[in-house]
């Protein structure tokens, strides 16, 4: 009895064919293959152009290594295996992308800390300039309330005056911090 030769499937036929240098085979296997590994790049990375780009590396891949393909195992599996893999290496470049972007943040977030920190100094100087040239109770005053944080009730009973004189100095300072912070500023204290 005569035994029948096993039947080849189309693919493995092209892979045949493919690993002797076939451009033909390779074209048909592409557009066999083409949508369908697209689609299912899409399915995981929800963008048409990196789903592009794993289809073009898939066939880039079966192309470079088409002399070691295995006809007995199924060239679908083989390239949907290397898809798989690609799509694996774009999430790992998403999260490595996200992680640089996180840590650009948070560096931009430290220059802003540092800008802040000098620009609260430059502040801090300028007032202080204008608290010396106000007149010695007045400054004394000012400077209990805003900058060491006494209440007016005890900055009166340290200096020996009614509340509502601490409440006068107060505001005559404050007034005096308004109407002057332009100056102070055009005069190139800042």
Known sequence: MIKAAPRLDSDKLLVIELKNGCIEAYDQLFKKYNNKLFYFALNYLNSTE?????????????????????????????????????????????CRQRDYLIAEERKSYADLDTIEKLDYGFTMERLKGLISKMPERRRETFTKSRLEGLSIKEIAQDMNVSPKTVENQIGYALKFIRSNWHLEKASGMY
């Open 50 to 94: 990196e789903a592009e780009g794993v289809v073009q590396d898939v066939f880039a891949k079966v192309w470079e290594k088409k002399r070691a393909l295995k006809i007995e195992y199924s060239f679908k599996g083989y390239i949907f295996t290397i898809a798989y893999n690609f799509i694996k290496k774009v999430y790992i470049r998403r």
